[in-house]
């Protein structure tokens, strides 16, 4: 059923429709809406889950890490500075092979201090090995929370997985969006089956310690089934689609990308503003197309390397900078399409919440034809002098 | 089965303490005290790297480390996990003085303030032993680590150690208490009480380190004992709040103590440091009167 | 040999390492002066002090380190720690 809703609250529904047992969160500005409305359906008996005030998001992950290992499905949501502080469990999280569902609701990071948006924070824990998926409105947004859950916990992947969407331009945004019911919720998404879990009728020690002689092949099983995602992302995105009619079987997604010169490479929310100046240089007759990364981790590089061929030139927006080199779409993209002769520029663009404009995304598309890339697009001279 | 044959089933033989090791001691008396049906959440530290090597393990109950100072967390999360499963396994949160007074004391803190049903159980080695020996918040006044080291301007620890067991009981927890190695059948007991009782608990276990502190593995307990007898360590147990029992003791001079550990030996040697030695009788003093350990003896 | 996914392991796998060979002195039990009070089963931090069926200790020396905890603290000093012969 469409219905206007808040982006955060849209999300809490989906969450609270996945059924997590355990939810453990922080709150922090501008995830809080989600976990406000989570506390308030745990209060009224509408989700049966187990709600931890934690003192920190240190801890609300370490509480979801505890409760995942004990045989929960378990959520939580967080975002910049609160990522940053769950660090180290995150990678421990991986590495323990749990899987966590948590929402990026995506924010700069400090300093200088930033409550809005651009995805530093999620971009920054790419090495961490959990799945990324990155949302362009709140419908996507809503839909991949079953879908994180469906991939992170089948058993061939095992592994936890961020669902991103950008923070305010999403999360306090109010948009129609379609919400399962719980039937077709519950039809969807099984209930959680641990491949292992803490049991005294069958104990299982977790998280020993490895020597040189065991450490990389664990490290690499990890990357193992970050591989094999690339393949049980879109059948769950295609099972999906079969129930409920939207789409989400590609890592990447294109748009008017078929007979396109230039195609802009890009990651959330800016996608829908690109669309509309993609829309506007077609109408003026220029042939431009998008290529909208839904799964950063594991990267598509194959899937972008054949979306990317036949294009002239590749325009990457990254609203994060790998500091001290270059934005981190940029660096995959590159990678991806090394050799193959297409020009790939990169565009640091939208960072701590700046706004980009349509007239944005046709100004880089100009810079991207005359070869002037890798640069920060828009950046305020008179701020710098 | 004998209750002596029970010690040794739930913590594995060959795993990689050094001869002689309290913490080893620990694992074994208190998953004897607290049974099969026990959840451990070890912090990173000795008894979660001698015990744990890939493929290894000498743990046989379910057992979990994640992080140094997330223990406590972690253990959160395994009881709400549990009690949306309608399953009554007990657990108990595991770490050494390092992970339990300093780096972890921020998930421990707001674990016990939840008032989670979990046992938390520190083996206090009085410093960084996995890293070291480098000092903590629980190293005693005057003692040598790697990190306070005794020199020309310099006696070692210059801070006596934190008064947890005071901290967490004043988050309100139902049950806190002191233990030692040294006394086992008392150890078990407290343990015993602790996972028995509803709400977050704290046992404090003193586990004298013989490679940390400087004396052969063989006098472990002896040190245990003396810690005890000369009032630098008190055993008691707080029921909500209060101290409900102590172990009293005919006390002895702390220098009984300190001289057989090489971590005081700068107290002794090249001369003896009586100022300083007094400070620390002082703190035993202070202990034995706040407490009231001291057995009176007809004159 | 499968990894246990995640870093994980089944209890016993610890017996694999036979800490014995790290024994330098050897505790030797006289059961004559034993007076069956189970200090030393308590107390071993190898945990590998058993008592048989008389209630008489019997160490498991493949993992015995030796440490001579139970010879310390034996009441009736029924246990003499000797030179290991290798």
Same mark, same amino acid.
């Given at each position: 059923?469409?219905?206007?809703?808040?982006?955060?609250?849209?999300?809490?529904?989906?969450?609270?429709?996945?059924?997590?047992?355990?939810?453990?969160?922080? =709150?922090?500005? =501008?995830?809080?809406?989600?976990? +406000?409305?989570?506390?308030?359906?745990?209060?009224?008996?509408?989700?049966?889950?187990?709600?931890?005030?934690?003192?920190?998001?240190?801890?609300?992950?370490?509480?979801?890490? /505890?409760?995942?290992?004990?045989?929960? $499905?378990?959520?939580?949501?967080?975002?910049?500075?609160?990522?940053?502080?769950?660090?180290?469990?995150?990678?421990?999280?991986? /590495?323990?092979?749990?899987?966590?569902?948590?929402?990026?609701?995506?924010?700069?990071? #400090?300093?200088?201090?930033?409550?809005?948006?651009?995805?530093?924070?999620?971009?920054?824990?790419?090495?961490?090995?959990?799945?990324?998926?990155?949302?362009?409105?709140?419908?996507?947004?809503?839909?991949?929370?079953?879908?994180?859950?469906?991939?992170?916990?089948? !058993?061939?992947?095992?592994?936890?997985?961020?669902?991103?969407?950008?923070?305010?331009?999403?999360? !306090?945004?109010?948009?129609?969006?379609?919400?399962?019911?719980? +039937?077709?919720? %519950?039809?969807?998404?099984?209930?959680?089956? =641990?491949?292992?879990?803490?049991?005294?009728?069958?104990?299982?020690?977790?998280?020993?310690?490895?020597?040189?002689?065991?450490?990389?092949?664990?490290?690499?099983?990890?990357?193992?089934?970050?591989?094999?995602? $690339?393949?049980?992302?879109?059948?769950?995105?295609? +099972?999906?689609?079969?129930?409920?009619?939207?789409?989400?079987?590609?890592?990447? +997604?294109?748009?008017?990308?078929? %007979?396109?010169?230039?195609?802009?490479?890009?990651?959330?929310?800016?996608?829908?503003?690109?669309?509309?100046?993609?829309?506007?240089?077609?109408?003026? #007759?220029?042939?431009?197309?998008?290529?909208?990364?839904?799964?950063?981790?594991?990267?598509?590089?194959?899937?972008?390397?054949?979306?990317?061929? #036949?294009?002239?030139?590749?325009?990457?927006?990254?609203?994060?900078?790998?500091? /001290?080199?270059?934005?981190?779409?940029?660096?995959?993209?590159? %990678?991806?399409?090394?050799?193959?002769?297409?020009?790939?520029?990169?565009?640091?663009? #939208?960072?701590?919440?700046? %706004?980009?404009?349509?007239?944005?995304?046709?100004?880089?598309?100009?810079?991207?034809?005359?070869?002037?890339?890798?640069?920060?697009?828009?950046?305020?001279?008179?701020?710098?002098? | 089965?004998?209750?002596?044959?029970?010690?040794?089933?739930?913590?594995?033989?060959?795993?990689?303490?050094?001869?002689?090791?309290?913490?080893?001691?620990?694992?074994?008396?208190?998953?004897?005290?607290?049974?099969?049906?026990?959840?451990?959440?070890?912090?990173?530290?000795?008894?979660?790297?001698?015990?744990?090597?890939?493929?290894?393990?000498?743990?046989?109950?379910?057992?979990?480390?994640?992080?140094?100072?997330?223990?406590?967390?972690? *253990?959160?999360?395994?009881?709400?996990?549990?009690?949306?499963?309608?399953?009554?396994?007990?657990?108990?949160?595991?770490?050494?003085?390092?992970?339990?007074?300093?780096?972890?004391?921020?998930?421990?803190?707001?674990?016990?303030?939840?008032?989670?049903?979990?046992?938390?159980?520190?083996?206090?080695?009085?410093?960084?032993?996995?890293?070291?020996?480098?000092?903590?918040?629980?190293?005693?006044?005057?003692?040598?680590?790697?990190?306070?080291?005794?020199?020309?301007?310099?006696?070692?620890?210059?801070?006596?150690?934190?008064?947890?067991?005071?901290?967490? *009981?004043?988050?309100?927890?139902?049950?806190?208490?002191?233990?030692?190695?040294?006394?086992?059948?008392?150890?078990?007991?407290?343990?015993?009480?602790?996972?028995?009782?509803?709400?977050?608990?704290?046992?404090?276990?003193?586990?004298?380190?013989?490679?940390?502190?400087?004396?052969?593995?063989?006098?472990?307990? *002896?040190?245990?004992?003396?810690?005890?007898?000369?009032?630098?360590?008190?055993?008691?147990?707080?029921?909500?709040?209060?101290?409900?029992?102590?172990?009293?003791?005919?006390?002895?001079?702390?220098?009984?103590?300190?001289?057989?550990?090489?971590?005081?030996?700068?107290?002794?040697?090249?001369?003896?440091?009586?100022?300083?030695?007094?400070?620390?009788?002082?703190?035993?003093?202070?202990?034995?009167?706040?407490?009231?350990?001291?057995?009176?003896?007809?004159? | 040999? &499968?990894? @246990?996914? @995640?870093?994980? &392991?089944?209890?016993?796998?610890?017996?694999?390492?036979?800490?014995?060979?790290?024994?330098?002195?050897?505790?030797?039990?006289?059961?004559?002066?034993?007076?069956?009070?189970?200090?030393?089963?308590?107390?071993?931090?190898?945990?590998?002090?058993?008592?048989?069926?008389?209630?008489?200790?019997?160490?498991?020396?493949?993992?015995?380190?030796?440490?001579?905890?139970?010879?310390?603290?034996?009441?009736?000093? &029924?246990?003499?720690?000797?030179?290991?012969?290798?």
């Amino acid at each position: 059923m469409l219905e206007i809703m808040e982006g955060s609250h849209a999300v809490a529904e989906a969450v609270g429709r996945c059924r997590p047992q355990v939810i453990a969160a922080y =709150p922090i500005t =501008p995830q809080t809406h989600i976990v +406000e409305a989570l506390a308030d359906m745990a209060a009224n008996c509408e989700i049966d889950a187990d709600y931890i005030t934690v003192e920190s998001e240190f801890s609300a992950l370490s509480a979801c890490l /505890g409760a995942s290992a004990a045989g929960s $499905r378990v959520y939580s949501a967080t975002t910049s500075q609160g990522l940053a502080l769950m660090f180290e469990v995150c990678f421990n999280c991986a /590495g323990m092979r749990l899987p966590v569902v948590m929402s990026i609701v995506n924010r700069a990071m #400090g300093a200088p201090l930033s409550i809005w948006n651009d995805q530093q924070d999620s971009i920054s824990l790419r090495d961490s090995g959990w799945l990324q998926l990155y949302a362009e409105d709140n419908q996507e947004a809503t839909d991949l929370h079953y879908l994180a859950y469906k991939v992170a916990e089948d !058993h061939r992947i095992l592994l936890p997985s961020f669902v991103c969407f950008d923070g305010f331009i999403l999360s !306090h945004t109010y948009e129609p969006v379609d919400t399962l019911t719980q +039937e077709q919720a %519950d039809s969807y998404l099984p209930p959680f089956r =641990p491949y292992q879990r803490l049991d005294a009728a069958d104990p299982v020690s977790f998280g020993l310690f490895a020597s040189p002689d065991y450490y990389m092949e664990f490290r690499y099983a990890i990357d193992q089934a970050l591989d094999k995602a $690339r393949s049980v992302i879109p059948e769950a995105g295609k +099972e999906f689609n079969e129930m409920f009619g939207r789409d989400y079987s590609g890592l990447v +997604e294109e748009y008017r990308l078929d %007979d396109a010169d230039v195609a802009i490479v890009a990651m959330g929310s800016i996608c829908g503003t690109v669309k509309d100046a993609i829309d506007e240089m077609r109408d003026a #007759g220029k042939r431009v197309g998008l290529l909208k990364i839904r799964c950063f981790r594991p990267f598509p590089h194959k899937e972008v390397r054949k979306a990317l061929s #036949g294009v002239t030139t590749v325009a990457v927006l990254d609203k994060n900078v790998s500091l /001290g080199s270059r934005g981190a779409a940029a660096l995959e993209v590159r %990678d991806a399409l090394y050799g193959s002769g297409v020009s790939v520029q990169g565009y640091i663009i #939208g960072l701590g919440g700046r %706004d980009v404009r349509k007239r944005d995304i046709a100004s880089v598309v100009a810079k991207a034809e005359a070869g002037e890339g890798d640069i920060y697009y828009g950046l305020r001279q008179e701020v710098l002098r | 089965m004998k209750e002596d044959e029970a010690a040794c089933v739930l913590f594995d033989s060959g795993h990689r303490a050094c001869a002689g090791c309290a913490a080893a001691m620990v694992a074994r008396l208190i998953l004897d005290a607290a049974g099969k049906d026990t959840i451990v959440v070890s912090a990173t530290g000795c008894m979660e790297v001698f015990s744990t090597p890939y493929p290894e393990t000498a743990w046989k109950v379910p057992w979990i480390h994640s992080l140094f100072e997330n223990n406590s967390a972690v *253990a959160s999360g395994v009881v709400a996990s549990l009690k949306k499963q309608g399953r009554k396994e007990k657990v108990i949160a595991l770490g050494g003085d390092g992970a339990t007074f300093d780096i972890g004391m921020l998930c421990l803190s707001g674990a016990f303030e939840r008032g989670h049903d979990f046992t938390y159980i520190c083996y206090d080695n009085e410093a960084y032993m996995n890293t070291g020996i480098q000092r903590s918040g629980a190293t005693p006044y005057d003692a040598s680590t790697t990190t306070s080291p005794s020199g020309r301007c310099s006696y070692g620890n210059k801070r006596p150690k934190k008064d947890l067991p005071a901290i967490l *009981a004043a988050h309100g927890a139902p049950y806190v208490a002191t233990a030692s190695i040294a006394y086992p059948p008392d150890l078990r007991k407290k343990v015993e009480k602790a996972v028995n009782t509803p709400g977050p608990c704290y046992v404090q276990i003193h586990a004298p380190c013989c490679t940390g502190w400087g004396f052969e593995g063989e006098k472990t307990i *002896a040190i245990g004992k003396l810690a005890i007898e000369t009032g630098l360590w008190v055993n008691f147990e707080m029921e909500e709040g209060k101290v409900t029992r102590v172990k009293k003791v005919v006390r002895k001079p702390v220098e009984e103590y300190l001289k057989e550990q090489k971590r005081f030996r700068h107290l002794f040697r090249p001369k003896r440091n009586d100022d300083e030695i007094g400070k620390i009788q002082a703190i035993a003093d202070r202990n034995a009167e706040k407490f009231g350990i001291d057995i009176q003896l007809k004159k | 040999m &499968a990894m @246990g996914l @995640g870093c994980t &392991a089944r209890p016993g796998r610890s017996r694999e390492n036979k800490t014995g060979s790290w024994r330098v002195f050897r505790p030797v039990f006289v059961h004559e002066k034993c007076t069956r009070c189970g200090m030393c089963t308590t107390v071993c931090p190898e945990g590998c002090i058993m008592e048989d069926e008389e209630g008489l200790p019997v160490t498991d020396y493949d993992y015995c380190k030796g440490c001579g905890l139970c010879a310390e603290e034996c009441p009736s000093e &029924a246990v003499e720690m000797t030179k290991e012969e290798k």
